[in-house]
């Protein structure tokens, strides 16, 4: 794994492309598709033809919410992680997403680097692995 495959779930465009840029200059991250609302992004990412390493979920979106996308991926790969960025990581959100299945929730205003570097982990997780499957061969 080069980069992490990465689906977007959020709203505000502004916020979306900010975090695309940051996350493709500063992490290994490639990011493979985005979508504003919860059906949206349901709709991707349990379709057949997508595939990605990573989700990243806003919890309040236009139609829907990010606790219903995290719901609705119990169908998806467990390996793929889900990462929630969202301005009310509150210890009760936290805990809520946590218990639907996301493996980290960041505050968008002060733990962005948080998540830089979580994605940055993500790629050495995946070469760890990479090797230790090649070596047992």
Not at 88 to 97: F, G, L, N, Q, V
Not at 98 to 109: I, Q, T
């Amino acid at each position: 794994m080069d980069k992490v495959r990465t689906f977007i779930v959020e709203d505000s465009s502004v916020v979306r492309e900010n975090l695309i840029a940051a996350l493709e200059e500063n992490a290994p991250v490639e990011v493979v598709g985005c979508a504003e609302d919860e059906s949206g992004a349901l709709q991707w990412l349990l379709g057949r033809d997508h595939d990605c390493d990573l989700v990243i979920v806003d919890i309040f979106l236009r139609r829907g919410t990010g606790l219903g996308v995290l719901k609705g991926l119990s169908a998806l790969d467990p390996h793929t992680k889900r990462v929630v960025l969202s301005n009310h990581a509150t210890p009760d959100i936290r805990s809520k997403c946590r218990e639907l299945g996301a493996d980290e929730v960041f505050d968008k205003s002060n733990e962005l680097d948080a998540m830089l570097l979580y994605c940055s982990r993500l790629i050495d997780n995946g070469r760890n692995a990479s090797l230790a499957a090649q070596s047992a061969h």
